[in-house]
């Protein structure tokens, strides 16, 4: 017989001693310490179950009652009702009830109760309960309920969040109290928070439909979406009254200076890709646009509108026969220059039209 497997017999043969030592005890006991390589094969034995361990060890996995201290695990901590300390795991910390303290795993953290855990894995992290602190996770956390922050690689998802979701891609909550910071973000209720991203779908906020009139593009319509603090804009619009045809679309942003039941005023930042005269025009072709507008209700549903705006016009477009590069759309320019190959024009104009809820 080997060395190695001398040590292997004799580590099996204490395991199954130790952990027989209190076979005569159904009752929840507490131990300082406690070694396991998997279950029953432990210092607590058979009696894993019925045991809070301060200080554990899991070779491979373990299994408890409780932990209150300290548990390190190669691959899995498992805790039957609760947790109270710190645990690290290769794969996964499961507890089956109440969560307080730090986790961390390679894989994930599962908490079945209402936890105060600061949680950071390698893939998700996921409380069946309320959740006071923090989920990090490389791909995805997923709570009932969460006063803290949420933060993912991925997405976040929960029923309600006080605190801020912050996500790579998507958020998803039915109420937010707080902050949603991400690509998507999906929610039923913002109650006193806001949805920051590229779109933000709000069930009861800020939708609004518009139709325009302006000096660039002549005429153009808009939909807007999120909530009046912050909302997302996408718009197309064609320019007809000049030499020739152009068509754009964009996407911007905005905010509700003012908004009372009479009388608003909006801050909208805007960027077009400009087509000239064509299905597409494949250069750099953009104006960039800050409008600030006001509008007036005039029924519930209805409200006109008018502010000036102003105008970049960035162009890599080389209209056919000029040697220079630049966009004509623009009626006249307070700023008319040229870096390299690319067109600079930069004028003041207006805006006017009527919005519709």
Partial sequence: MTVMKQYIVVFIFLVITIGSLGQQNDSIREVPFQITFVPPMGTNGIYAGKTINWFSINIIGGYAYGLTGVEFGSITNINSHFMH???????ANITNGKANGVQFSGFSNINNGNSEVIQFSGFAN??????????????????????????????????????AQIAG???????????????????????NGIPIGVLSIVRNGYR???????????????????????????????????DRFRWGFGYGIGTHLTDSESFKVNLEAMSYHINENRN????????????????????????????PTLN?????????????TGSCLAPYSIVNEWSNKTSLKGWAGFSAGIRIK
């Fill in 169 to 191: 891609f998507i958020n998803v909550a039915k109420t937010i109290s707080g902050l949603q910071l991400g690509v998507l973000n999906i929610a039923d209720t913002v109650k």
């Fill in 280 to 307: 597409w025009t494949n250069a750099y072709n953009d104006i960039q646009q800050l409008k600030l507008t006001f509008a007036r209700t005039l029924s519930d549903n209805i409200s006109i509108f008018a502010g």
């Fill in 312 to 324: 970049l016009m960035i162009s890599d477009y080389l209209n056919p026969g000029q040697l220079r």
């Fill in 208 to 242: 609004e439909f518009e139709i325009g009139l302006s000096e660039g593009l002549n005429s153009y319509a808009s939909f807007k979406i999120g909530v009046t603090q912050f909302y997302n804009i996408f718009s197309i619009g064609i320019q007809y009254l000049s």
């Fill in 126 to 163: 996921i409380n069946n309960g309320i959740t006071s602190g923090l989920q990090s996770a490389g791909f995805g956390n997923l709570a009932r309920n969460i006063k803290g922050v949420q933060i993912a690689g991925f997405g976040n998802l929960a029923r309600n969040v006080k605190g």
């Fill in 85 to 91: 300390g710190v645990q690290f795991s290769g794969f």
